[in-house]
């Protein structure tokens, strides 16, 4: 099922930076969202596939009695899923509180620490 | 959402569901579960009960202050990997002892510690982040 | 445990930094008297150089070495010879009397203890400069005097010519710097040596090197920055806008001398060559014409001076260029007297200006009555400069003339250059000794009269001592000035100094010829100044203005730079590093071959089934997500696009992943819901078609390029080393059989510990988000704005009623 895989991916890949390419705050944040699941199954696939075998030795063996997924990716993406939730969030916040003190999601007009037209730096000593 | 049923049906079904993750939080170790699940089950139960009934009874119910629960989380994780080094093994090595309680042997073991530690950063941070997005005092 | 003569040594080379450390509180306490108290650092660092005196004098050469970054071969070491401690000497020994001399000149300004700090941060980077072994270490100590003569020349901040000055100063000799590492990498990577004392006893290993034109090239371009050698000498008057007293030590006495310094320590590896008997001759003798006639156009004690210390750093490089022995022992001889006398007159000069309140030569006339010690000083220092007996700068003038038309007459361009500039620099000497204290009475701004003990004994000392070698000029030649010549030349140099001319040849004639030639000058002076100025006017350009225009066209540039590549847009910087990230990702897979086959795509069966369909759900939700209208939907589309990943996970034997995702998903869409629903927009159009057909272009790419980099990583053999050891021993070793949950809180527990910190932090972060409050503050630009400030706590208990 790797390719199969591998074009979900693409699409989540293709999908999250094009909604990152937005003007909008919101659409952005989608973009993230849709990215950090692309990267984690990224890493999924990269440790190769194998069904329905967790990584869990049954009880009374010190080690499986037959082929399981691969655990370490699995250890990755475990963590990465709960930091990226955190991140998510945050960002959500960050971006609410950017349009209640400017009034706007539209990021060409969040400018207050690049302004349009700012002035040139001195040039004496 | 505020629903008589949903707001009756919340504490309880809050109350299983933090039950429920400390079961999923203490098999970890062998069957499918751990410290991140079981915080995220734990985090969710509150989550339902602020929506349900507002977020001043959760907070009352939690007594802490979540962020609070999430500090002594990462502290007690930190304090896991001290028993190693007294024994001079690296930080966060692996200790395991058995006491009997009522003559069953209970496994104790600083990773168990470590993963309780992961569990209370989860519940307290995340539930802190759901508290306060429902607050809605920032308004 | 005693210390070691080696740790000894080591602490006294780094006791001017711990000095400079305690300096600002000691003035505090002490106030400008503070200076007689810090000058017993540099005294004790000058006797224990002293002591060794005797030793190195009969070749033992001593060097400490500490090992400092052992992988790279770098160490911090020191190598005492003649030629370093002679300077090592010269400044530690002027070093005391600056910092007397400061604390006097400075009393009661409020940063004295600022500057006293500088000064010996500077003083501690020279020694290191001319001890320093290893090629690093001599780079850094380098650099550290570029930095402090940056500190120092901008002392007064508040002025704008200072700021330019020490602006200028610091780009020009650190450009040297970074030439002059680059030469020192050059020669580590194809000697594989880094210690000069081993370079320095390798022999040809340079010159044979094929690599031989561009060190020489980068060393000089290190040496001549630091030294002001025309054309780059033009920082040098700059720097006048220092302090007097860093004027008289960084810049006449000690640190532009470091270049030369440079080219005397490498001349035994790099000297003697075709190359190098051509260039620095013409640099140098370039350098010492340009800058005596420079030095005539002026009227400003210091700036006069200034000049003609370009002129003797020219002579200086002019005699190392020659490569003749005798040339060689001249060079040290005026290098020596020139630290002395000149370090003297700069003094003086700023005890005038201090007492008198101008150091313009034409308004000053008959100061010697008012200030009888510091004349004294003046002209018995200006003796020296002036080549006259029984001064050092007598012997050294003796000695270069002989070294250079004493054996042979081919080197008559460098004799007659050498008497030219000499002539002229009697000139200057003439006119700052002489003519402020002689002549007429002039009315002085400031009602002149004797300074402090501490502005005049650093000037009598030193000229003091200008006589006293010259005195006793045998012993100043077997201790100090042979083995220095020896450690440049590279043998063994037997040099007898007298004081009268052993026989009448050569040298005196030339000496007369000099002392001619600058009185003549003298008497015309203000001839000969209106001429050079003439000639200065019609030429219009200088290296000076060049420096402007070359900072204007930097910072034009950075505008434009800045402009283009940073303009405020968050699109253009996506669009940038999803391109970059797009080339990155298919030009390694073209240009290595490692584009992935065509795959075999899995048939539809009963046996995947479930595979297949949650995978189109899966993309079924990322379309709905791109096209949904409303927010609701596309946060609905989210979801489901979330649930089949977590499905997906479960197919593939990822319960715990499963699960995860599950709670998370759920959790985000009732956080993005509760956010969306305060958000007050209408629903946004989509974008344009052109942007959109631009955006997507890009974004597919990336998404592709990563897709297949993907692929082609599957089609690659697995290796599965780490994950058969964790499986192989979470059991055994651990005890755990969930073996992902075993990795992370047990094989992998610190990496967990850093990632539930990271939790903990954007928790706290949103938190601080959310209870910050709006006020209307007023923005740079103008107008009002609504900014959010922290909230302080009101009276809201932690699970208590928020009512």
Known sequence: ?125 | MRTVIFRTIAPFLAAIMVLFSIFVLLRGHNEPGGGFIGGLIAASAFAIYGIASGVAPVRRAIYFHPMGIAGFGLFIAAVAGLPSMLKGVPFLTGMWTAIEVFEVKVDLSTPMLFDIGVYFVVVGAITSIALALEEREFD | ?803
């Open chain 1, 1 to 125: 099922m790797e390719p199969v895989l591998c074009v979900l991916i693409t699409v989540l890949f293709s999908a999250s930076f094009y909604l990152m390419l937005s003007t909008h705050i919101i659409r952005v944040l989608l973009g993230v969202a849709l990215l950090s699941n692309g990267v984690n199954l990224l890493i999924f696939t990269a440790g190769r596939l194998l069904r329905e075998v967790p990584p869990i030795i049954a009880e009374g063996q010190m080690v499986p009695t037959m082929a399981t997924a691969n655990p370490l990716p699995q250890a990755l993406i475990l963590t990465a899923i709960v930091i990226s939730f955190s991140f998510f969030a945050f960002l959500l916040v960050l971006g609410f509180r950017a349009y209640q003190a400017l009034g706007t999601d539209d990021v060409n007009e969040m400018r207050v620490a690049e302004p349009e037209r700012e002035p040139e730096p001195p040039m004496g000593y």
């Open chain 3, 1 to 803: 445990m005693g210390l070691s003569e080696h740790d000894l040594f080591l602490l006294a080379v780094l006791s001017p930094f711990a000095a400079a450390a305690v300096a600002p509180f000691v003035t505090r306490v002490l106030g400008h008297r503070a200076g007689w108290l810090l000058a017993l650092v540099p005294l004790g660092i000058f006797a224990l150089i002293a002591s060794h005196i005797g030793e190195v004098a009969h070749g033992g050469n001593t060097v400490v070495a500490y090992d400092w970054v052992p992988s790279y071969g770098i160490k911090l070491s020191y190598y005492l010879d003649g030629l370093s401690s002679l300077f090592a000497m010269l400044v530690s020994g002027i070093g005391v009397f600056i910092v007397i001399y400061s604390g006097g000149y400075l009393k009661g300004h409020r940063y004295l203890g600022r500057f006293l700090a500088f000064m010996l941060l500077f003083m501690g980077s020279m020694l290191g400069v001319v001890l320093a072994d290893n090629l690093i270490t001599l780079f850094i100590y380098w650099e550290l005097t570029s930095i402090t003569s940056f500190l120092l020349i901008g002392f007064d901040n508040n002025r704008e010519a200072s700021r330019r000055a020490a602006l200028q100063a610091l780009l020009v000799t650190g450009a040297g710097g970074l030439s002059l590492l680059a030469a020192f990498l050059l020669i580590s990577s194809t000697t594989g040596i880094t210690e000069m004392s081993v370079l320095n006893a390798s022999g040809d290993i340079l010159r044979d090197s094929a690599l031989y034109l561009p060190i020489f090239i980068l060393v000089l371009g290190g040496a001549f920055t630091k030294s002001a050698q025309f054309p780059m000498h033009f920082w040098l008057p700059n720097a006048m806008e220092a302090p007097t007293p860093v004027s008289a030590y960084l810049h006449s006495a000690t640190m532009v001398k470091a270049g030369v310094y440079l080219l005397m320590r490498m001349h035994p590896s790099l000297g003697g060559t075709e190359l190098w008997t051509t260039v620095l001759p013409i640099f140098g003798g370039v350098t010492l014409i340009a800058g005596t006639l420079l030095a005539v156009r002026q009227t400003d004690l210091k700036l006069m001076l200034a000049y003609t210390t370009v002129a003797s750093l020219g002579l200086l490089v002019m005699l190392t260029g020659t490569s003749i022995d005798a040339a060689i022992t001249g060079a040290v001889l005026y290098l020596f007297a020139h630290s002395l006398f000149k370090g003297g007159l700069f003094m003086v000069a700023g005890t005038i200006d201090h007492e008198a309140g101008t150091r313009d030569i034409t308004r000053l006339g008959g100061l010697g009555r008012a200030m009888p010690i510091t004349f004294f000083a003046a002209a018995l220092a200006g003796l020296s400069m002036s080549g006259l007996p029984p001064f050092i700068g007598f012997i050294a003038k003796e000695v270069l003339y002989d070294g250079t038309f004493g054996a042979t007459t081919d080197n008559w361009a460098v004799t007659a250059t050498a008497v030219a500039g000499n002539a002229l620099m009697l000139v200057i000497a003439a006119a700052v000794a002489l003519k402020p204290f002689t002549g007429e009475k002039v009315e002085t701004p400031k009602h002149a009269h004797e300074g402090p003990a501490s502005l005049w004994l650093g000037p009598l000392t030193l000229s003091l001592i200008g006589l006293g070698t010259a005195l006793f000029a045998h012993t100043t030649g077997e201790y100090l000035i042979g083995p220095m010549a020896a450690a440049i030349s590279g043998g063994t140099a037997e040099v007898e100094l007298h004081l009268i001319p052993a026989h009448f040849g050569a040298p005196v004639v030339l000496s007369m010829v000099t002392v001619a030639l600058g009185i003549a000058v003298f008497l015309m002076l203000d001839t000969a100044r209106g001429i050079v100025a003439g000639v200065l006017r019609a030429i219009g350009w200088g290296p000076d203005r060049g420096f402007d225009q070359v900072v204007r066209l930097i910072i034009r540039m950075a505008i434009v730079i800045t402009r283009v590549i940073q303009p405020g847009r968050m699109q253009t910087y996506m669009l940038v590093v999803f391109l970059f990230t797009a080339l990155a990702l298919f030009v390694p897979l073209f240009a290595y071959g490692e584009m992935p086959e065509w795959p075999e795509w899995p048939a539809l069966s009963g046996s995947n089934f479930y595979e297949w369909a949650i995978i189109a759900i899966a993309v079924l939700g990322v379309g709905a997500v791109l096209i949904a209208s409303t927010r609701l939907n596309a946060i609905v589309s989210l979801g489901i696009q979330g649930f089949a990943v977590a499905l997906i996970f479960m197919l593939f034997g990822a319960p715990d992943l499963s699960f995860t995702q599950f709670m998370v998903e759920t959790l985000s869409v009732v956080i993005l819901a509760l956010v969306m629903t305060r958000l007050d927009l209408g629903n946004h159009g989509h974008r344009p078609l052109p942007a959109m057909i631009r955006d997507g272009t890009v974004a597919v790419a990336v998404g592709v390029g990563l897709g297949l980099l993907l692929l082609s990583v599957t089609q690659w053999p697995f290796d599965a080393r780490l994950s058969e050891f964790f499986t192989a021993n979470s059991r055994a070793i651990a005890h755990g059989r969930n073996i992902v949950n075993v990795i992370i809180v047990d094989f992998r527990g610190l990496d967990t510990l850093g990632e539930i910190a990271v939790v903990m932090t954007t928790g706290l972060a949103i938190l601080a988000l959310i209870r910050i409050r709006t006020r209307k503050v007023e923005q740079y630009d103008g107008t009002k704005r609504e900014v959010r400030i922290a909230r302080t706590y009101s009276g809201e208990r932690w699970g208590g009623d928020v009512s």
